[in-house]
């Protein structure tokens, strides 16, 4: 027995020695490589190498060493290293299967070779180990640690061997397979097309992943993996984990006394809802009352999401991880469990419901000379869609006429008023589908924007401003931390540039001041109306500006012409805005809070990188859905404008439903010299221009969905007499 004790303690303190003794090893050669069978003859105790790879694989997981090839290992030092610095950065992944560091350390991108990214996926965020190579060069380096994955969640096939699975990601920037156990398959069969977890990253080292499979999509279409595949790829689960849902299925909407004493009771206020006529959620209301002294009050009502919401709760959590809905063109990917998004908390006719309000009071020069912030009580008397409100507006006619009228005309009274501060009119084209009863798009138009629609943005904008006006004063002399939303002055190069693109179609940019470019932006789209080279310029001018973003800095918001603004009026799809609830709250009747800053701008970040994924994936389906709508059209003929021009052809943007695909060059009769402005493309043998905006005939030849890409050919432009000169 006690020998047996003996053996034990000896291999306990032996492998503790072993571990010092691999460090040290891996130490005195600091930027040598060395593989499992050098570490171990190097050993002072012959071990071969399958004794000691689990304490390598130990040493790895504790960040101590690195495995920078199969079976290669590297001292990760932990003071520095010398010439090799470490920073943190997000993955960029290349078809290829490398990757490029995007850091806001560096003002350059670190390129990683595939063998060097050690278990890190596209979207990831890492800290890298980074070296300058040659001048010239960009700098290279290799994957320390994955300090937060962009996606836990993978769509693909599914391929099942006699004694194991693998799971092929659909994704071109994921180039690995995963490892998938066959008690793990969920019923999944061969071929299936199935969503995975990761269950085992093998992170610091060259192996696959493990996964396990939690839903079946089995062998479905095209359209339904692709929006699946679409939303997952940017980082957003299917589905609700069920802690998630149980605890939304134990909420009640039950009006306790308790509730009713802090909150003001505005039932009896004539209250209604404008929107869309497909939605299914409705988180803003609108009051309107005339007040005893003959002023009008105006009240702006939020579905009071953060009172369901209660902060470190699992719907808080999941509601932060998501950060917003998702508005795919065929569906929706709420941020919130149906319970709430469709129940609880929308503002539907003729329930009561818990509301967080903005309320004005309005002056006979319609100045605001009242305003108050709080949770309330209110009840929709009427939902109104767009068409209907219009209809009220257009005729004069209908359910709270007078109402919506007043309403009407004060909000043109606003939004002049932004205008004239400087606003910029951002509007743009919005591509809208008609789909069949399997989401097959059978057309396509374009939203119109009419009174009814500005009436309910105006208020909110309102809303949104005065919200942060009020935090803003709240906190000067000590600041409140905030959740703001900002958009930066234009970059003076990039407006330089645009200055010069733009002249050379007939037009002048007043770039003096932000004010002038603001101007000068809105007289540009007023002419574009009459001049379609313009009207192709608006979405280049868009680019050059900056994107907003949340932030607890205030700047401002440029594109608004508004020095305070935040987003209070959706919590229903933007986590954004439940913090500005809760904060605010935390903020009334005479209460001062402060929210630790530092954690409430990392909150920031995260929303702002959830809202950009998020709109990739809108416009990833709305290119797909436009590739659907073509191929049924291949042969057939249309009218379009030339809308970009590139080395390899020119883009057209189809006139009657704003889908674009190319004219390649090579389908062209003779080569072209793209000027350097890329705004036209002249002939080489005829001299014949095209530019942007011309107006051309179009055949739609090839749609090819899995690219996401249209080719057209071009019609009725060239000529046998073109060529009678050669």
Same mark, same amino acid.
């Not at 050669?29 to 499992?36: D, Q, S």
């Not at 695909?661 to 072209?672: C, Q, T």
């Given at each position: 027995?006690k020998?047996k004790k003996?053996?034990r ?13 691999i460090i040290?090893?891996?130490?005195r050669?600091?930027n040598?490589?060395?593989p499992?069978?050098?570490i171990s003859?190097k050993?002072?105790?012959?071990k071969?190498?399958e004794k ?5 694989d ?6 101590k060493?690195?495995?920078i ?7 990760k030092?932990q003071e520095g290293l010398g ?6 950065g997000?993955?960029d992944?290349?078809?290829r299967?490398s990757a490029?560091?995007?850091s ?6 670190v390129f990683i070779?595939?063998?060097?990214l050690?278990g890190a996926f596209?979207?990831?965020t890492?800290?890298?180990q ?11 380096g290799?994957?320390i ?5 962009a996606n836990?969640q ?9 004694k194991?699975?693998f799971?092929?990601?659909?994704? *071109?920037r994921?180039n ?6 066959l008690?793990?398959l ?10 995975v977890?990761?269950i085992?990253w093998q992170?610091?080292?060259?192996k696959?992943p493990?996964?396990?499979?939690i839903?079946?999509?089995g ?6 993996l692709e929006?699946?595949?679409i939303l997952?790829?940017?980082?957003f689960?299917?589905e609700f984990?069920?802690?998630v ?12 006394? *308790?509730?009713l004493a ?9 209250t209604?809802t404008?929107?869309?006529h ?6 803003d209301?609108?009051?309107f009352r005339?007040?005893e002294?003959?002023h ?6 939020i579905?009071?999401?953060a ?5 470190g709760?699992e719907?808080d959590?999941?509601?932060f991880?998501r950060s917003?809905?998702?508005y795919?063109v065929d569906?929706?990917l709420?941020?919130l469990?149906e319970r709430?998004?469709?129940?609880l908390c ?5 329930e009561?419901?818990f509301t967080?309000?903005a309320?004005?009071e309005f002056?006979d020069?319609d100045q605001?000379v009242?305003r108050?912030?709080g949770?309330t009580?209110?009840h929709s ?7 209907q409100?219009?209809e009220?507006?257009e005729?004069?006619?209908?359910d709270f ?9 004060i909000?043109?009274?606003?939004r ?7 606003a910029i009119?951002f509007e ?13 798009p ?6 119109v924007r009419?009174?009814a629609?500005?009436?309910?943005e ?8 005065e919200?942060?006006?009020?935090m803003?004063e709240?906190?000067?002399?000590q600041?409140?931390p905030?959740?703001?939303?900002v958009?930066d002055e234009p970059?003076?190069?990039?407006i330089l540039d645009l200055k010069?693109?733009?002249?050379e ?6 770039? *003096?001041?932000?004010t002038?470019?603001a101007h000068?932006f809105?007289?540009?789209r ?6 379609e080279a ?17 932030t607890?800095d205030n700047?401002?918001h440029?594109?608004?012409a508004f020095?305070y603004?935040?987003?209070?009026t959706s919590?229903i799809?933007r986590y954004?805005?439940?913090l500005?609830?809760r904060i605010l709250?935390?903020n ?8 630790d800053?530092?954690?409430l701008e990392?909150?920031c970040?995260h929303?702002s990188?959830?809202e950009?994924r998020?709109m ?5 389906s709305i290119?797909?859905?436009q590739v659907e ?5 291949i042969?057939?003929?249309f009218?379009?404008k030339?809308?970009?021009i ?7 943007e189809?006139?009657?439903n704003?889908?674009?695909?190319m004219?390649e ?8 010299e793209?000027?350097p402005?890329r705004l ?6 005829t001299?014949?221009v095209f530019?942007m905006?011309q107006?051309?005939?179009?055949k ?13 050919e071009?019609m009725?432009?060239?000529s046998f ?6």
């Amino acid at each position: 027995m006690k020998r047996k004790k003996s053996k034990r303690a000896a291999k306990k303190i032996g492998n503790k020695e072993l571990r010092r003794e691999i460090i040290n090893i891996l130490r005195r050669n600091p930027n040598a490589k060395l593989p499992a069978k050098v570490i171990s003859k190097k050993l002072s105790v012959k071990k071969n190498t399958e004794k000691i790879k689990p304490i390598l694989d130990e040493l790895i997981q504790e960040g101590k060493i690195i495995e920078i090839g199969k079976f290669v290992y590297q001292y990760k030092d932990q003071e520095g290293l010398g010439d090799r610095q470490i920073i943190t950065g997000k993955v960029d992944m290349t078809r290829r299967g490398s990757a490029f560091i995007q850091s806001d350390e560096l003002e350059e991108d670190v390129f990683i070779s595939e063998k060097k990214l050690y278990g890190a996926f596209h979207g990831d965020t890492v800290e890298i180990q980074y070296w300058k190579v040659r001048s010239g060069k960009r700098p290279e380096g290799q994957v320390i640690r994955v300090l937060k994955r962009a996606n836990s969640q993978f769509i693909g096939i599914i391929k099942i061997s006699e004694k194991f699975a693998f799971f092929i990601p659909n994704n *071109e920037r994921i180039n690995t397979d995963m490892f998938v156990d066959l008690n793990d398959l969920n019923k999944a069969n061969d071929n299936d097309i199935v969503v995975v977890e990761v269950i085992n990253w093998q992170e610091g080292t060259t192996k696959s992943p493990e996964a396990k499979v939690i839903s079946v999509i089995g062998q479905t279409g095209d359209s339904e993996l692709e929006m699946k595949s679409i939303l997952i790829n940017n980082g957003f689960n299917l589905e609700f984990p069920p802690k998630v849902l149980a605890e939304a299925n134990k909420l009640t909407d039950e009006i306790t006394p *308790e509730e009713l004493a802090y909150r003001r009771d505005m039932r009896d206020v004539p209250t209604f809802t404008i929107d869309p006529h497909d939605a299914k959620d409705f988180d803003d209301a609108l009051s309107f009352r005339i007040l005893e002294n003959g002023h009008k009050e105006i009240g702006v009502h939020i579905a009071d999401v953060a009172h369901y919401i209660k902060e470190g709760s699992e719907l808080d959590k999941e509601a932060f991880e998501r950060s917003t809905s998702v508005y795919l063109v065929d569906r929706v990917l709420p941020m919130l469990p149906e319970r709430l998004s469709n129940g609880l908390c929308s503002l539907r006719p003729n329930e009561d419901k818990f509301t967080f309000s903005a309320v004005f009071e309005f002056n006979d020069k319609d100045q605001i000379v009242n305003r108050w912030f709080g949770r309330t009580l209110t009840h929709s008397n009427r939902r109104f869609t767009y068409e209907q409100a219009q209809e009220v507006i257009e005729t004069g006619q209908g359910d709270f006429a007078a109402e919506i009228l007043e309403m009407d005309r004060i909000s043109k009274v606003l939004r002049k008023r932004k205008f004239k501060n400087g606003a910029i009119n951002f509007e743009t084209d919005e591509v809208k589908f008609k789909l069949d009863e399997h989401a097959t798009p059978i057309g396509v138009y374009l939203k119109v924007r009419k009174d009814a629609h500005m009436l309910i943005e105006d208020f909110m904008l309102l809303a949104n401003k005065e919200v942060a006006f009020y935090m803003s004063e709240k906190g000067k002399e000590q600041e409140i931390p905030f959740v703001y939303r900002v958009h930066d002055e234009p970059d003076p190069d990039r407006i330089l540039d645009l200055k010069n693109f733009a002249r050379e179609l007939g037009f002048d940019i007043n770039i *003096e001041s932000p004010t002038s470019i603001a101007h000068s932006f809105n007289a540009m789209r007023s002419q574009a109306e009459e001049n379609e080279a313009l009207k192709m310029l608006t979405p280049i001018a868009i680019r050059t500006m900056a994107k907003a973003i949340y932030t607890t800095d205030n700047i401002g918001h440029y594109g608004l012409a508004f020095p305070y603004y935040s987003h209070f009026t959706s919590p229903i799809r933007r986590y954004s805005d439940v913090l500005a609830h809760r904060i605010l709250f935390q903020n009334l009747d005479g209460k001062t809070t402060r929210v630790d800053k530092e954690k409430l701008e990392a909150q920031c970040r995260h929303i702002s990188d959830m809202e950009k994924r998020a709109m990739d994936a809108e416009r990833e389906s709305i290119r797909y859905k436009q590739v659907e709508y073509l191929e049924q059209h291949i042969g057939e003929t249309f009218s379009g404008k030339i809308s970009g021009i590139i080395d390899r052809g020119f883009f057209v943007e189809l006139d009657d439903n704003k889908c674009e695909g190319m004219i390649e060059i090579f389908r062209l009769p003779e080569a072209f010299e793209i000027a350097p402005s890329r705004l036209f493309a002249t002939g080489l043998t005829t001299k014949k221009v095209f530019k942007m905006g011309q107006s051309v005939q179009v055949k739609v030849i090839d749609a090819d969905k899995t690219k996401k890409q249209v080719s057209f050919e071009l019609m009725d432009t060239y000529s046998f007499e073109d060529f009678d000169h050669i």
